[in-house]
């Protein structure tokens, strides 16, 4: 099995081939993880990041600080690296204790055996670690928390660390905090509630505000943007006051308008199309240093500059910005800060999301066009059109089809409200009458009125057509007796049938129809004229091509038929064997029409 470097596996893989060699060596998992662990540090060595770990710090607790750091920049290379999180909360001569964090559960092992090789293979330091704690349920996007207590022999980090604490005999006198922001104008001092006691007079001005900023809550002014996963508290700074923080400034304006953006909701995006530029937010990278004489932490940072024309946009100068440093050289210089960048990844990922949503939600609305499509044109004709074909080539002669037309009829028109209970009362037979033309592969032409037209044998030609329209017709007539109309009205109608050669096609621009021409509606259209109630009426010609023997029908005479003249018809009484093909439950279609009919115009 090969792996490409660039390419995102799932989780699960690492774990199912753990499973699988552990059940094919007779070894534990934890021990099979541990060794994936291992490999994985001589896979990146190979790729000389070996060189990255040893560059960060001459013992290997150095390095224990500095893993944040480290995968702060792999993410410049690998921007979709979900990359853990770990600070030490312990130091002394025989160890430390890391805690872990990170979003991906069943990687403990993976990540002691890691621990193990970089120790052996690049520190020559055996280590003994040993798990004091797990927890897969913390606050923040960091869901698995594991505490470790690594032992090893760390006696000359403790005592670098001894000699840089010792008391030199150099007394100064105090420096105010004015005196010392002038050195660090974009600097932030806070205090253990995490309120802002003083700020440097650039960051001050870049900020923008009319009201006081001290006092404020740190995360009112800024956002904190690294290290990821973690909640910008007191602890967590103090625990990772060796890792580089990056905030981001919260401009008076910006904070303004997302207050009004909050109560009053906007159809646009969320997302600041103008941020990706850096024309309104300021990036702060620095380092967190706790003063225990005043108990606060000090953000000594400066602002991230690409250009001078991100400068200018940011309404900032080259002397506002920190004397001392290579701040102002940067800039000159155009250098392409990875913070900045990443930003920039970030926010074209976040875009990239919102596309993916913006498709989503476009596939949902095509499927209800296509369902309104469909119920205006067959769908073998409305995808002819959609491949490109002309409307005009859509028109086809059939030379046999079933056509009916069926009339609800005696209804009151007298009061206002007894049209209104006649629209819901059609609505909700009409509906039933939708349900029944799908089961019997009838193709509901359109409602006139009082009128429901359908046919079949078109566009799909049927050999069976006069068979289907007989069925459907007959079940009708039941269904319609059944139902039990809310608004008491007693819901009749009657049906006319007639086979015979029609021209079908798609006419009109704006509203499309599906529609049918052709002798073959008429005389389908008279034989509904002169059906009585509760009956079906049908031609001969259609009688003729009904299965012998598998209807009851009735001859009803020679009728005078309007442009016609006198025709020999039959009543269609049932069917041979009183079976139908399919039929609703009756009582779920009640249930359907009662809550058609609660719903008032």
Known sequence: MVFNTRQIYPDELMTNLATALAACTNDSMDNVMQFFGKCFVRFFSNLGYDCTVKATGRYFCDFLQSVDNIHMQMRFTYPKMKSPSMYTTHVD????????????????????????????????????????????????????????????????????????KAPLDLELPPVSCTFFLRLFPFGVIMNKDMRILGVGDKLLEAWGGTTSILNKHVIEIFKLRRPKGISFTWGNVIYLHSVIFELELIRASDHDSSINSDEMPSTSSSLDRRGSQGARSILLKGQMRH???????????????????????????????????????????????????????????????????????LDRWKNKSDELLYSMIPQTVADRLRAGASPLSTCESFESITVLFCELCDFDYSTIEGAMDIVLSMNAVFSCFDTLMDQFNVYKVETVGR??????GAPDRNENHAQNVADVSLQLIEHVRSLKLPSGLDIRIRIGI????????????????????????????????????????????????????????????VVWVKGKGEMETYWLQSAANNKMKEEINSDDENAVIKSLLATRI
């Open 498 to 557: 007639h086979s015979g050669p029609a021209v079908a096609g798609v006419v009109g621009l704006k509203v499309p129809r599906y529609c049918f021409f052709g002798d073959t509606v008429n005389t389908a259209s008279r034989m509904q004229t002169t059906s009585l109630p509760g009956k079906v009426h049908i031609s001969s010609s259609t009688k003729a091509l009904l299965p012998k023997g598998h209807y009851h029908t009735e001859s009803r005479g």
């Open 93 to 164: 001569s025989q160890g430390v204790v890391l805690v872990y964090r990170s979003t991906r559960q069943g990687f403990t092992h993976y990540f002691m055996g890691q621990l193990f090789q970089i120790a052996k293979e690049l520190y020559n330091t055996e280590l003994d670690i040993k798990v004091l704690e797990t927890s897969n349920n913390i606050p923040g996007s960091r869901n698995v928390m594991v505490k470790f207590r690594i032992n090893f022999d760390n006696r000359e980090y403790i005592a670098k660390t001894n000699r840089m």
């Open 451 to 456: 009128v429901y037209m359908a046919a079949s």
């Open 291 to 361: 003063i225990e004489d005043i108990k606060a932490i000090i953000f000594l940072c400066s602002p991230l500059i690409n250009s001078l024309d991100e400068l200018l946009n940011m309404g900032l100068y080259l002397n506002d910005l920190n004397p001392h440093g290579l701040s102002k050289e940067l800039v000159l210089a155009g250098w392409q800060h990875c913070g900045r960048l990443e930003m920039m990844f970030e926010r074209a990922e976040q875009r990239s999301i919102e596309l993916e949503n913006s498709y989503a939600l």
